[in-house]
């Protein structure tokens, strides 16, 4: 079929204007007469799926969404039409991907009000099928006995991130970032042969920073100081405040002699621990986190080490998130986590809550690598 640019241009407008008046198989045949002669543009098929939609052609409108994404492969209204067609057809796996790719299409883009109401309703429709596909898993999870309280704790992680309800986090230093590391939040104390001892000094640990506390916490400084030499990279609230503190043990490879004096029981126990004792290494500190203080999400410098919280003083309504898991500092049991992971704490009680901290070596850096590691951070490479 031959049409001028102009009967095209007649043909647009008059289906645009059966379109509004309700009239959409007049709208689709208008449309399909220009689509026909395979000048049709992005736009052109688009008006032909929704011309085909209200005429309740669900095969022509796919065909139509069909031919619009070869045009425009990010088309975001293109991909929700496509999954309205996959829903249809009893495709809901087709169609929650295509409401995905439309909810991600449309991030961080401004929309109009009419767009954004459709992505609204796909984020929504998404939601829907996800519940769906869920309460079917279980089914088979249970026909096969595998119910939740059964499951190992990383395959109902997946399931977890699988459904939404957690998010994928990763290892983001701030400084250095050290290949084919495993990207795991929490370690477990059971794998670390030296944790034991240390956890059995605990009350010896307490007995001799509950002295230094009573006394007004001397020693203590604002954990984050600004540095006039630096620039600023964050907006942390606790930055030069008290709330915050830390009394130094060893502060970046640097011992306290006073503290290690009064605190004897703490360096013998922190001596069976593999610190890295390199150019800026290790750190150990108690922690003091005030009432009512938080620490805003987070991630450390680099990931060639672990840091491992002893807690000492803990009172209620203490937490600490890693990742996408939150977990109760228990006095006398370990945490060991990956600090290059996102993390956060707070205290929303009424008491200051202490901390031992300090940093190992990742357990799976080998001998010459920690060898490499220590060159590296003597140099110039990490001072800046």
């Known amino acids: 079929m031959q049409l001028t640019n102009q009967d095209a241009e007649k043909l647009i407008r008059a289906g645009v204007d059966a379109l509004q008046q309700g009239r959409a198989a007049d709208a689709r045949d208008r449309f399909a007469q220009v689509t026909a002669t395979g000048r049709a ?26 031919q619009l994404l070869k045009l425009e492969p990010r088309a975001i209204r293109g ?96 400084g250095y970032y050290f290949p084919g590391l495993p990207q795991i939040q929490y370690f477990d104390p059971a794998d670390f042969a030296w944790a034991p001892a240390i956890e059995a000094a605990t009350d010896a640990i307490r007995a001799e920073i509950a002295p230094i506390l009573a006394a007004g916490a001397g020693g203590f400084r604002p954990y984050i100081q600004a540095d006039p030499n630096r620039p600023r990279l964050d907006d942390n609230q606790l930055a030069d405040s008290k709330d915050w503190s830390a009394l130094f043990v060893v502060e970046n490879g640097r011992e306290s002699p006073d503290v290690i004096a009064r605190c ?29 203080a938080r620490i805003t999400p987070h991630t450390g410098t680099h990931n060639t080490r672990l840091v491992c919280h002893l807690p000492l003083i803990v ?41 031992l901290i300090f940093d190992i070596w990742r357990p799976e850096l080998s001998d010459q690598e920690q060898r490499e590691i220590d060159a590296l951070f003597s140099g110039p490479t990490m001072s800046a």
Request: proline fraction near 6%; charged fraction near 25%; include cysteine.
């Open 41 to 66: 543009n992005a736009q052109g098929w688009l008006l032909l799926a929704a011309a085909c939609h209200g005429a309740g052609d669900i095969t022509g409108q796919e065909a139509a969404v069909d």
């Open 79 to 174: 991909h929700i039409m496509k999954a309205d067609c996959r829903a249809a057809a009893g495709d809901d796996i087709g169609a929650l991907t295509f409401y995905t790719s439309a909810l991600l299409a449309a991030k961080d883009e401004r929309l109009p009000g009419d767009l954004a109401a459709e992505v609204q309703r796909a984020d929504n429709a998404a939601v829907t099928l996800k519940a769906r596909f869920e309460v079917e898993r279980e089914a088979l999870f249970a026909a096969r006995g595998l119910p939740a309280a059964t499951r190992s704790p990383r395959f109902q992680q997946s399931l977890d991130i699988l459904a939404g309800r957690k998010r994928v986090f990763v290892q983001e230093p701030t």
């Open 264 to 292: 004897p029981a703490t360096w013998a126990a922190l001596q069976g621990a593999p610190m890295p004792r390199i150019a800026n290494s290790p750190t150990a500190m108690f922690s003091l986190l005030r009432p009512g």
């Open 315 to 355: 009172p209620p309504n203490c937490r600490f998130r890693v990742g996408n898991e939150v977990r109760d500092w228990e006095e006398g049991k370990l945490l060991i986590f990956d600090d290059t992971i996102e993390h956060e704490a707070w205290n929303d009680s009424n008491e200051d809550r202490i901390l």
